[in-house]
């Protein structure tokens, strides 16, 4: 608890509205309790949100959504249309101690409506994704992240092959491999938010996710 209270505190001096929970069952209360009812909800892809059960509680009270995960969704209209939504919800790849998301996207569409657009952003993460700093962030995801994602999706690159990204022991860390199914494309540092509150973390006292 004491890790969440530090990360949290150095959150909130970056500008993020920061809640901490012990499990992720309390995550929907804090969610429902930010979301407007004639909100429109888009999302990203994560594992932690499917673990928390929002996306299906948010959807069985009503609210609007932005769902992707529907068959024969329109996926790139709805990436583009979560810019214009009220509120984003989606996951990080790794929090610091010191209160800064790193992130790393193939397609870009959840760094980017977390960078911009939507009015509110609300991120959900477990400890596991307090690292020490930006280090041990980028070689969270080289090491862990991408590799079980890259599994879990199916797809064929080198970390799903070998556990490892390609580029882990270069000094190019933010490169990778080959494949056009790679999803390590873009890093996304995210520090002082100037508009204050935009975005919301909420830390979760359990593992959630990758």
């Given at each position: 608890m004491e890790l969440l209270k530090k990360t949290a505190q150095n959150l909130?001096?970056?500008?993020?509205?920061?809640?901490?929970?012990?499990?992720?069952?309390?995550?929907?209360?804090?969610?429902?309790s930010l979301v407007n009812k004639d909100s429109v909800i888009g999302f990203g892809g994560s594992e932690s949100l499917k673990e928390t059960a929002v996306l299906d509680l948010l959807e069985k009270d009503g609210y609007t959504l932005l769902d992707r995960r529907k068959e024969g969704a329109d996926i790139p209209k709805i990436y583009r249309d979560a810019f214009s939504a009220d509120f984003y919800l989606c996951s990080s790849n790794a929090i610091t101690e010191d209160g800064l998301l790193y992130n790393v996207d193939g397609n870009a569409n959840r760094v980017a409506a977390l960078l911009f657009g939507p009015e509110n952003v609300i991120v959900v993460a477990g400890v596991n994704k307090i690292v020490k700093n930006i280090n041990e962030a980028v070689?969270?995801?080289?090491?862990?992240?991408?590799?079980?994602?890259?599994?879990?999706?199916?797809?064929?690159?080198?970390?799903?092959?070998?556990?490892?990204?390609?580029?882990?022991?270069?000094?190019?860390?933010?490169t990778g491999c080959d494949s056009p199914k790679r999803i390590c494309c873009d890093y996304v540092i995210s520090g002082r938010q100037r508009i204050k509150d935009r975005v919301k973390v909420i830390l979760v006292n359990e593992e959630l996710g990758y």
């Open positions: 909130e001096k970056n500008n993020y509205k920061t809640y901490i929970v012990n499990s992720k069952e309390e995550v929907y209360g804090i969610v429902k070689k969270r995801v080289k090491e862990y992240v991408a590799p079980k994602n890259c599994v879990r999706l199916g797809l064929d690159t080198y970390c799903a092959k070998t556990g490892r990204c390609i580029a882990l022991d270069s000094e190019e860390k933010f």
